[in-house]
Nanobody
Framework: QVQVVESGGGLVQPGGSLRLSCSASGSISSINAMCWSRQAPGKQREVVAT???????NYADSVKGRFTISRDNAKNTVYLQMNSLEPGDTAVYYCNAVVSRPGIRRDYWGQGTQVTVSS
């Protein structure tokens, strides 16, 4: 079992920055990757950034060049640095831990944190 808890959301003006944090606990060694996703009202959940245990990262086209995912292994924490925020980035942001083995995948989700970009 893995537990994840997000923090760091809030209200920011367009062009501003926020850093989200995701703390993981439990069976940390079983995690293969950590992801940040978001869901805006009336829209499907979108994966915006992923980081693997090997350090590889991947981003959605909509956030490339603006968002950066990173991790602090000593703190079992993953961050999402969001710069040049736009109103279209407004959403609930979720962190999830991916535990995968051949033929099996489990995702452990946090409760989400609201990010609102508005003047």
């Amino acid at each position: 079992q893995v537990q994840v808890v997000e923090s760091g959301g809030g209200l920011v003006q367009p062009g501003g920055s926020l850093r989200l944090s995701c703390s993981a606990s439990g069976s940390i060694s079983s995690i293969n990757a950590m992801c940040w996703s978001r869901q805006a009202p009336g829209k499907q959940r979108e994966v915006v950034a992923t980081i693997t245990t090997g350090g590889s990262t991947n981003y959605a086209d909509s956030v490339k060049g603006r968002f950066t995912i990173s991790r602090d292994n000593a703190k079992n924490t993953v961050y999402l640095q969001m710069n040049s925020l736009e109103p279209g980035d407004t959403a609930v942001y979720y962190c999830n831990a991916v535990v995968s083995r051949p033929g099996i995948r489990r995702d452990y989700w946090g409760q989400g944190t609201q990010v609102t970009v508005s003047s």
